[in-house]
């Protein structure tokens, strides 16, 4: 069983968060990348995106941005957007308040040397964050969520069930999360590029935030 969408629940426990992007005259979906960059699959997603013109935002682990500047500058001469997914991909809920605040900060850093000026977006990794670390973050961060967990990082789910899984939950406006992971790597490179055709097919375009 696999939790794609969260309880509204869970929406009202975090008033401000981004669910779903903002609304198009023409259905969008915006296409969310977690984890990377790392040069094993970051440059791949590229390469997909970039066959439906399709733009997507990159919620990056501070250690990979170290190790991968080079990566995650790619992304950025694609005309995609990084964002911050902490440093050390840190849960919210176990993490001190101080060291977690400063894990942010020190992603932040990197990001802010790779795109000045740009704006904040942070993503809580595993969606774990608390009402009063959200508060804590603003105004400076816009925290985003999700309206659709593609769930491509377990790997005993079938990539044709995440495929069809995927699809199905689909909406206009949709915030989707894929992972540029190892981990993900079976599911994300069987599903992302048949996600992209299946979507533009039905007539669907691709967002950044």
Not at 19 to 45: K, R, S
Not at 50 to 57: I, L, V
Not at 141 to 149: A, E, P
């Amino acid at each position: 069983m696999h939790l794609h969408r969260l309880p509204g629940l869970m929406q009202r426990w975090l008033p401000g968060a981004i669910w779903q992007g903002p609304a198009a005259a023409q259905p969008t979906v915006y296409l969310t990348f977690d984890d990377g960059p790392i040069p094993e699959e970051t440059p791949w997603v590229l390469e997909q995106l970039a066959a439906y013109e399709a733009k997507g935002t990159f919620f990056c682990v501070g250690e990979n941005l170290e190790r991968h500047a080079a990566v995650a500058r790619q992304v950025l001469a694609a005309g995609h957007r990084l964002a911050n997914h902490t440093h050390r991909h840190l849960s919210g809920w176990t993490t001190s308040r101080e060291e977690y605040l400063q894990d942010i900060a020190r992603c932040q850093q990197a990001l802010d040397e790779l795109q000045p000026g740009a704006p904040r977006f942070f993503r809580p990794p595993y969606g774990r964050i608390t009402p009063g670390l959200q508060r804590a973050l603003q105004p400076g961060y816009r925290v985003v969520m999700w309206d659709l967990l593609t769930c491509d990082y377990d790997r005993a789910y079938a990539p044709e069930q995440c495929l069809r899984d995927a699809l199905r939950l689909t909406r206009p406006g949709a915030v989707v999360v894929f992972h540029d992971s190892l981990k993900a790597s079976p599911n994300l490179r069987y599903v992302l590029p048949r996600y992209l055709q299946a979507l533009a097919e039905r007539g669907y375009q691709f967002g950044a935030l």
